[in-house]
């Protein structure tokens, strides 16, 4: 449905009456709108965390922590570009933007607790790093301004942030 109308025009009734579902059963599944798109997205995230967990280094295990973060840093930034239609639609207005999910929070914490023990114990450098990592994006994709910068200046920016900010992290 995403793919022939656009995610703008997939509505709860739409997909109820696609699937040959009760709307009941799709509101009890999804509970929102971007409750369909947060399960979709949530499926990339899981080919997402296979890479991370079994891909070649750097991303992969087998390079120094360091490098790994960086590699995920640019990773993650690439995955929610690609997948910006899903990671746009699976916020809802109505709540907050997610500091960081807890599949990257989980990651992060586990590099920085080799890269650098003593200042990753308590977990809150990580999570300061994850809400670095997605927030700027996450709220860049959910502007639909036409006068944003550009996508890929933006990201190229964050990537080069995120590098700078491990290597002085992990000094």
Known sequence: MV???????????????RAGLG????????RTRAGIF?????EEEKLFQERVMTGPPPLGPGAPAAERL??????RLEFLVEHTVLARASLDPGQPVPAGD???LFHVHMLLSEACPDD???GTLALQLVAALEGPILLYLRTQDENAPDPDAVVNDLIT???????RVCR
């Open 3 to 17: 793919a022939e109308l656009g995610a703008d025009k997939v509505t709860m009734d739409g997909l109820a009456e």
């Open 23 to 30: 709307k009941g059963t799709v509101f009890r599944r999804f």
């Open 38 to 42: 947060h399960t979709l997205l949530d």
């Open 70 to 75: 960086v590699a995920f840093g640019r990773a």
């Open 102 to 104: 807890s599949p990257s």
């Open 120 to 122: 990753a114990a308590s």
């Open 161 to 167: 942030s995120w590098q700078v900010l491990v290597e």
